[in-house]
DNA sequence: TGAGGGCTCTGCAACGATGCAGACATAGTG
DNA sequence: CACTATGTCTGCATCGTTGCAGAGCCCTCA
């Protein structure tokens, strides 16, 4: 089962453990002849290094984790893969474990037996753990927290503006002409700090127009997925005044609320237009293609990396907030208007 | 910046190194007074075990790699999950990798400085290594493999009937009355295996039905996205006679072909009929949403973190072919039924 | 010829944890 | 009271690797 060891080269060799770890590394100079006579020995042997050992010896594992609420929430997939790309050109791996957007699920990592300190740094994006609870528990690992916002500055966080990108969408409705405009995803409570940012932004927009917002036009969603997506646009479409737009708290939502409107025999744009958060490859897709707001994930995924890894290597500059760019990504659901399909 | 280890605790407890590993795991039996003396160290010191330390010694990590082309790709974000899912389920955490394809990172995986042996076992779906170059290199670490079929049994591996599965999907269609059924994602070389079977299915339910293949019907893709699908579905458009049904040999392809035919104003599945594979979440929000063959991803995940759990705790049976369920199910883009919206 | 300097190569200790065998003290037994 | 059984606790060796210091050896040059 185990494999040869350094010892086992080195007997059949005939050298010393010291030499047969040199010649694996490339180390220090070594003859021709040895090195020849050691490398058959290796080959033989077919000999693997224990990283583990390595690992244990140089304090190191040239591993991250990165901990996302959901996988298979077309947003983290496409976040994990940027940050498994961006770790790999700095010579990490990636551990990837999902929460379900479980509160305790995520405490775990910071509870004692967790596998944390197994990993050189931690990419987090937590849905229910607060920062206060993140810094009480003195963690030892360097934290990078993705996404959601966090008032205290106690770490590296990397995120867009969400003020300015709900702004932004939201106007881009106004500006169509559009008068009432509905909000999906609202989170009025304590972890729900990334939507309520959005909200701000929604409420922002109006303002900024002169306009009123109609309450009954925000519709709070325990979750983003198109399931919750589709029962806020049914709920709007019960309204006396239905709306004639959506701006939604991210790409799942509205294509659960477009699937709604289709259903219900309305046409988008025309009736409704709909805008959403996060550019996943479905809105390339979906028919009518979204109209959404553009996080530069591979930025974000860069960044994550590169902080983490400043951090790892020890560089104690303070907490940083980074922020990433975004910009408005124009498609059917608003302007009825056909982008080229990518070919 | 390192943490306090056994042997800080130890000194401040006044106790031997080996106690304090006692109390830390809950081993042999430690007098109330010392637990509490120990326990107050440990607290003190926020003492976290070196997992790393302990995996060298215990010989194993605790650790599987799942390696998958795309993350990004819903099917494989999907599976993700359930792997994770079941490997957390019996206390593995999973190391998640992507080769985007590419064979040489796939081989990577093989060579000698790969961080393979980083991890107790491998779930590997591999798009370009053959199970013969798998085997060449002998190596140490349990594999089991997902999705490919390979030949020579030389691996456990865990897959769905790919070939009655394409077969049932064509007779669908067939079966609705349709004379002209395209298929897409056809790979005719060394590396295409799945896709050929797919298409094996797909001439043996032609056959079945007494039905001739028009072979400009099948229309090869060099990848499985949504882009490549809406290229094949231009492609047989361009045909002078056109397709009256699709099967597409995963949901990706088939939303591409979708958009295509919406975007060229017929109407799915009146003019044109249209059947995945992988039923991805997508496909059940799309419009309109997807007819598919849907594999038991949950129990493919967990036959095979089984498996490869089995091979880790040494048990030498021999490479098994593991068949896992799938089935049809049908929605509106073949009879244009309307299913509830799940809510 | 002998000191000094490179070049190779080696052995010991250590990373932080656990397995094992045994030391010591106390309790139980005839 | 001697002897064994039991219950606690400890120290040493070890997992497989690398850092460090130094041992030989050969060559050069004064």
Redesign the pocket.
Known sequence: M?GP???DVAKRA??????V??V??G?????D???ARVQAALDELD????L???N????RSGMIALVVPELDVPYFAELAREVITAARARGYVVMVDQTDGDGERERELLGRDSRATMFDGLLLSPLSVSAEELRARGNRVPIVLLGEHIFNGSFHHVAIDNVAAAREATAHLLGLGRRRVAAIGDQPYATGETAQLRTSGYRQAHVREGLEVDERLIVPTPRFHRRQGAAAMEQLLALPEPPDAVFCYNDLLALGAMRVLTRAGLRVPDDVAVVGMDDIEEGQYSTPSLTTIAPDKKEIARMAVDVLMESISGAARPPAEIVVPHRLIVRESTTGQVPAIPS
Chains 1, 2 share one sequence.
């Open positions: 185990a060891t350094l010892r005939n050298v010393s453990i010291r030499t770890s040199n694996v590394n180390y220090a100079p070594v003859s002849e040895l090195r000999y693997r290094p224990n583990i050992a390595r244990l010896k140089q304090g």
